[in-house]
Nanobody, 122 residues
Framework: QVQLVESGGGLVQAGGSLRLSCAAS????????MGWFRQAPGKEREFVAA????????YYADSVKGRFTISRDNAKNTVYLQMNSLKPEDTAVYYC???????????????WGQGTQVTVSS
């Protein structure tokens, strides 16, 4: 099991940038694939990005490809989501999740953070 804490959310104007961080506790962080998901009011939680345990492979939703970048620092037990060219439709609560392999389906992840709010104003 791994405990996850997100940070870095906030209010930003359209076209701006934010970097989210997800700090993990536990010595096994480097063995987990990590994912970022988001959930807007009244909508289901959706896949945003994921990264393998080594950082060698990354995956993105089409809606964020070219604008968001996922990365990780296993020495710091942290995964990041750099979000550029933000749009109002990116407004959501963003969650990080950990699992042994990369999945795009939220229900396959057993370890979740509490979420951080991202609001993009037009």
């Amino acid at each position: 099991q791994v405990q996850l804490v997100e940070s870095g959310g906030g209010l930003v104007q359209a076209g701006g940038s934010l970097r989210l961080s997800c700090a993990a506790s536990g010595r096994t962080f480097s063995s987990y694939a990590m994912g970022w998901f988001r959930q807007a009011p009244g909508k289901e939680r959706e896949f945003v990005a994921a990264i393998t345990w080594s950082g060698g492979m990354t995956y993105y939703a089409d809606s964020v490809k070219g604008r968001f970048t996922i990365s990780r620092d296993n020495a710091k037990n942290t995964v990041y989501l750099q979000m550029n060219s933000l749009k109002p439709e990116d407004t959501a609560v963003y969650y990080c999740a950990a699992e042994t392999v990369v999945y795009r389906t939220p229900s396959y992840y057993k370890n979740w953070g509490q979420g951080t709010q991202v609001t993009v104003s037009s």
